[in-house]
């Protein structure tokens, strides 16, 4: 206060001296920080005229946290359809790390208890010999120091991502801006023009080119480089255009134990018998059969392939989703080193002799058709409904503005969760289309499986399907009643 005045002089000289100091003090630290702010702005201006001539080379395309430079002559390929494929990924890679860092801490604290354990019995011993206190003390306070070690905040995981074919990085650049505890992304590509348009759009999104690691080279040779014990990767993400088989066999051998595989297919007229069924032979080992239930084939006979090319190297598959989208599937998948299941059947003396097959006749007993041999096929369950569950429950939780195809998500989880593990299902229309008939509502339909004391579900892999344990006989009673 001007007025106040204190009762000696020097008081008053010290107080407006502390006053004028504290002004130029904040004065000086506003000048830095306007400075620093002005320099930052600059450098950012720069760098972007350095990548820049955007207005006449590039389109700024902006997905989730990435924003990417896409040429205008397209000389790299884009896929603004897959915006799906790739939210839905990095939910399940965000779930994937969440359950592999919790089993390695888990195993991690295993460890320490049969450390402790080891330790208490062989204190235990030493002190049945001696009787002496100061020794059963040591004791104590050793094992109180291996207490306090087990009880040690636990350790934040870090793991390795591959995108193959990255094209224009910003998959790469979505799971690097992303997803949590990622130790570094391997975009690799075999064309140079997308090589150098992964390194702009690196440097435009800010990331380290340590992090993001545009490479150039054929996906199959660096699948096969990184097959050894240290280099493997614990993401592996191969998204082609068309087949995926060309990269299976060296996917599962250079991905991590227990790790991850996202694996599309675009080549649906293969996988579901619209074309020669040949072509999916060469490429699958498997035939498809043309039906109603021929996307769920398809998801089918690409776990096969899987599986059978795993076991040549003594692994073997989990999946944890398979989604069948659009003009393509979408399929995630463990892979652990474990014995393969026997395709034999085990005697009582301990040896094994070949599986009988069903039995059927020359025709089908309903509509007197001829049968279709199809397969191949993988039968046990497609997804791994806790996965699934925990995924469900991390969309929930997160917003449109994390995953812009949040809705759909939602519903797909959803209906996938609902799911039963049956292979393959049934069409409504189809089976009123056989009998000439309207087809009944599909909440009458199911309500009358389950009168019956059958299971039913949809599937997501079609609109209006029936997957049912109920056999053919009473699924045709029904539509008689009807």
Request: charged share 20%.
């Amino acid at each position: 206060d001007k007025n106040y005045m204190p009762l000696h002089p020097t008081l008053f000289q010290i107080a407006i001296c502390a006053k004028l100091r504290k002004n130029f003090f904040l004065k000086h630290v506003l000048a830095v920080k306007n400075w620093q702010t002005k320099l930052s702005t600059s450098s950012r201006i720069r760098s972007l005229e350095k990548l820049g001539k955007m207005d006449n080379e590039f389109n700024v395309i902006t997905e989730g946290k990435a924003s990417i430079l896409f040429p205008k002559d397209n000389k790299v390929f884009y896929n603004n359809v897959q915006q799906f494929n790739r939210d839905i990924s990095i939910a399940a890679i965000k779930i994937w790390s969440e359950i592999i860092s919790e089993e390695k801490q888990k195993k991690a604290q295993q460890k320490k208890e049969s450390d402790i354990k080891t330790q208490c019995n062989r204190y235990t011993l030493i002190s049945t010999f001696l009787s002496n206190l100061s020794v059963i003390t040591v004791s104590i306070v050793h094992l109180l120091n291996t207490y306090r070690y087990i009880r040690q905040p636990s350790k934040t995981y870090t793991f390795t991502i591959l995108e193959a074919l990255a094209a224009s990085g910003l998959r790469s650049i979505r799971y690097a801006k992303e997803i949590p505890n990622v130790k570094y992304i391997v975009a690799n590509d075999l064309d140079l023009d997308a090589v150098n348009l992964i390194n702009k759009n690196v440097e435009y999104n800010e990331l380290s080119k340590d992090f993001v690691r545009a490479n150039q080279g054929d996906a199959c040779s660096v699948l096969y480089q990184h097959r050894s014990f240290p280099d493997r990767f614990d993401v592996i993400d191969l998204d082609p255009y068309g087949t995926a088989a060309p990269f299976i066999d060296g996917a599962v051998q250079a991905v991590e134990e227990g790790g991850l595989l996202c694996i599309t297919c675009t080549d649906l007229a293969n996988l579901t018998g619209s074309n020669y069924p040949e072509k999916c032979y060469a490429n699958y080992g498997s035939i498809p059969v043309k039906g109603e239930f021929c996307h769920e084939m398809a998801l089918r006979i690409l776990l096969h392939t899987l599986s059978t090319s795993a076991a040549k190297y003594r692994r073997r598959i989990i999946p944890l989703l398979s989604c069948s989208i659009d003009f393509y599937i979408r399929i995630f998948i463990r892979v652990v080193t474990s014995p393969v299941e026997p395709l034999a059947k085990l005697t009582g003396k301990n040896t094994y002799v070949p599986m009988a097959g069903p039995i059927v006749n020359n025709s089908c007993e309903h509509c007197e058709n001829k049968f279709h041999v199809g397969g191949p096929i993988w039968t046990h369950s497609i997804h791994d409904k806790q996965f699934v569950h925990r995924m469900l429950e991390h969309v929930k939780e997160s917003s449109k503005d994390t995953y812009q195809t949040h809705s759909r998500m939602l519903g797909m989880l959803s209906v996938i969760m609902e799911e039963l593990d049956i292979p393959l299902f049934h069409s409504l229309s189809a089976l009123a289309g056989t009998l000439h008939c309207t087809s009944p509502p599909l909440k009458t339909f199911c309500s009358a499986i389950l009168n019956e004391g059958y299971k039913v579900s949809v599937s997501h892999a079609m609109p209006g399907s029936v997957k049912t344990d109920a056999p053919m006989s009473v699924i045709w009673d029904i539509f008689r009643s009807w």
